[in-house]
């Protein structure tokens, strides 16, 4: 048993609202910032960098290119831009300029502690910098983000979800898997992010796409290893149950991470991306 949850589980016998509370910094809190791998080093120190400024922290964004259309990345919990390195390598080579970012507390950006809302801060801010996408590819929860974003006004053709979460309620079931905590207690943390991240009840339900569909204009590709330990993948499968018109592709043997590197995700998400596109090269 971990520590954390052993003590949690503990104060949760007595209360398990008082138990929440004490965890939900924990919640909030992302962790070791992944390093970035040899291979995606190149990549990485190639992009032309900028900051902006997300609730009171500096976040570092990524450009590569100079083509007509816009493909944006978005990496999700203790990633990084640089997890993108051989899509954005293929997305060059077929002439889109790529943009991403290092959400806080991950990557090369500052802070200790990230919501979805900053995730959703990062997007729109780029948007305003670079326009309508012709394309977001979202990877675990930067696929909720991306989805919650639309639906907030971001204007998009066409979503890539890898790995994807659905529904904000898997986030706090992670959670809850990873220290152990009594049901109850995890229970309690849907209303604190509620009164503590959306602060009010407007748009709450933005935060399942399952309950909360996107429109059918947006085409939708859903790639998911069917052994994925951190984001199981009936998150994807309900996804795409909700969205009729949705490619769902499951692998086998590629996990949560290795699945962004696989030639089987490059190849379907190239595919999908420049289907019916002609792109002009820079």
């Given at each position: 048993?971990?520590?954390?949850?052993?003590?949690?589980?503990?104060?949760?016998?007595?209360?398990?609202?008082?138990?929440?509370?004490?965890?939900?910094?924990l919640f909030m809190r992302v962790g070791p910032r992944l390093p970035v791998r040899a291979d995606a080093a190149a990549t990485h120190e190639a992009a032309v960098r900028d900051t902006i400024t997300v609730n009171?922290?500096?976040?570092?964004?990524?450009?590569?290119?100079?083509?007509?259309?816009?493909?944006?990345?978005?990496?999700?919990?203790?990633?990084?831009?640089?997890?993108?390195?051989?899509?954005?390598?293929?997305?060059?080579?077929?002439?889109?300029?790529?943009?991403?970012?290092?959400?806080?507390?991950?990557?090369?950006?500052?802070?200790?502690?990230?919501?979805?809302?900053?995730?959703?801060?990062?997007?729109?801010?780029?948007?305003?910098?670079?326009?309508?996408?012709?394309?977001?590819?979202?990877?675990?929860?930067?696929?909720?983000?991306?989805?919650?974003?639309?639906?907030?006004?971001?204007?998009?053709?066409?979503?890539?979800?890898?790995?994807?979460?659905?529904?904000?309620?898997?986030?706090?079931?992670?959670?809850?898997?990873?220290?152990?905590?009594?049901?109850?207690?995890?229970?309690?943390?849907?209303?604190?992010?509620?009164?503590?991240?959306?602060?009010?009840?407007?748009?709450?339900?933005?935060?399942?796409?399952?309950?909360?569909?996107?429109?059918?204009?947006?085409?939708?590709?859903?790639?998911?290893?069917?052994?994925?330990?951190?984001?199981?993948?009936?998150?994807?499968?309900?996804?795409?149950?909700?969205?009729?018109?949705?490619?769902?592709?499951?692998?086998?043997?590629?996990?949560?991470?290795?699945?962004?590197?696989?030639?089987?995700?490059?190849?379907?998400?190239?595919?999908?991306?420049?289907?019916?596109?002609?792109?002009?090269?820079?």
């Open positions: 048993m971990n520590p954390i949850g052993t003590a949690l589980n503990a104060v949760g016998r007595l209360s398990p609202t008082l138990a929440a509370r004490i965890a939900f910094p009171g922290k500096r976040v570092t964004t990524y450009q590569w290119g100079q083509g007509t259309e816009t493909v944006l990345l978005v990496h999700g919990w203790r990633g990084r831009a640089a997890q993108f390195a051989r899509l954005v390598r293929e997305l060059r080579a077929s002439g889109f300029t790529v943009v991403s970012f290092d959400a806080p507390a991950n990557g090369a950006s500052g802070g200790r502690r990230t919501s979805i809302l900053d995730y959703l801060d990062a997007i729109e801010q780029l948007q305003r910098k670079h326009g309508s996408f012709h394309t977001v590819v979202g990877h675990s929860m930067g696929t909720l983000a991306t989805l919650v974003a639309i639906h907030r006004g971001l204007t998009v053709g066409r979503l890539v979800g890898i790995s994807g979460v659905a529904e904000a309620d898997n986030l706090y079931d992670g959670f809850r898997r990873a220290l152990r905590l009594r049901p109850e207690i995890a229970a309690a943390l849907p209303e604190l992010f509620r009164s503590r991240v959306v602060r009010d009840d407007s748009g709450v339900e933005l935060f399942s796409s399952v309950r909360a569909p996107l429109t059918a204009d947006i085409r939708m590709l859903l790639i998911h290893d069917r052994g994925d330990r951190m984001v199981p993948v009936e998150q994807s499968e309900r996804l795409a149950a909700a969205h009729p018109r949705a490619q769902l592709i499951v692998t086998e043997g590629l996990g949560h991470g290795r699945i962004l590197v696989a030639d089987e995700t490059l190849d379907a998400v190239m595919e999908f991306v420049t289907s019916g596109e002609r792109v002009a090269s820079s």
